[in-house]
């Protein structure tokens, strides 16, 4: 069966610093993957997605994410991160074609002022 | 543009009783949907998805049951409540036939007593 692992479960960084969360799958076939976010009180929202193409895909408010095929791999990135980065962050996959999706554990991020 | 609601927003319920939680997406039609309980430390786990009224999946076999009674409208239901059901219940839908992303409700929040 498929899985995603998100390794940092609590991440805490000082403003400008820069980020990066792990997330890793376990299908080997075509898959699609996505970052979600959920801020304090608000919708889980997409942060950005792959579907195919460059492996560098840039999202919202400066993220951007690698897909390394041979690493089973989707790190989520951002070079500077401000306080209203803070939020918990969702790694997906789905497998084209079908209706399932499998989310990691989530990192929960905390940036500090 | 395309809304999702869903209600209550939170829930206190004894163990033993029933529950039945509403979704609904305006704006859309023949939307794919989905329900999800969200726990602390375990990310999103997929309860039940829906292609059509009337069609729903189940992925994890449990004190739980979905029905898609019209076409933009999900219910999750239970006719007796367990301590365990208690969480953060999130419904979501997706474009029909792809495998673009999700769009997450506001979600309830159910404790059982």
């Known amino acids: 069966a498929q899985s995603v692992s998100q390794h940092n479960h609590h991440v805490i960084l000082s403003e400008a610093a820069s980020l990066e969360l792990g997330c890793n799958y376990s299908?080997?076939?075509?898959?699609?993957l996505f970052w979600y976010v959920q801020y304090p009180g608000q919708h889980l929202q997409l942060l950005l997605k792959?579907?195919?193409?460059?492996?560098l895909v840039k999202g919202i408010k400066g993220f951007e994410a690698e897909f390394i095929k041979s690493k089973f791999s989707f790190n989520l990135r951002k070079p500077s991160v401000q306080w209203s980065d803070t939020a918990e962050y969702f790694c997906?996959?789905?497998?084209?074609?079908?209706?399932?999706?499998?989310f990691g554990t989530g990192t929960r991020l905390k940036v500090l002022a | 543009s395309q809304t999702i609601h869903q209600w209550p927003a939170t829930l206190v319920q004894p163990v033993g009783s029933p529950l039945s939680l509403e979704c609904t997406v305006e704006?859309?039609?023949?939307?794919?949907l989905y329900w999800y309980r969200q726990a602390a430390g375990r990310g999103l786990q997929l309860l039940f998805y829906?292609?059509?009224?009337?069609?729903i999946s189940s992925e994890v076999p449990q004190n739980l049951s979905a029905s898609r009674p019209q076409d933009r409208q999900f219910i999750l239901s239970s006719k007796k409540l367990l301590l365990s059901d208690s969480g953060f219940y999130l419904c979501?839908?997706?474009?029909?036939?792809?495998?673009?992303?999700?769009?997450f409700g506001p979600g309830t929040r159910l404790t059982v007593t």
């Open positions: 829906s292609v059509g009224i009337g069609q």
């Open positions: 979501a839908w997706s474009v029909p036939a792809s495998s673009y992303e999700q769009y």
């Open positions: 299908y080997g076939g075509t898959v699609n």
């Open positions: 997906a996959v789905n497998t084209p074609g079908t209706y399932k999706y499998i």
């Open positions: 704006g859309t039609s023949n939307p794919n």
């Open positions: 792959y579907f195919s193409g460059d492996p």
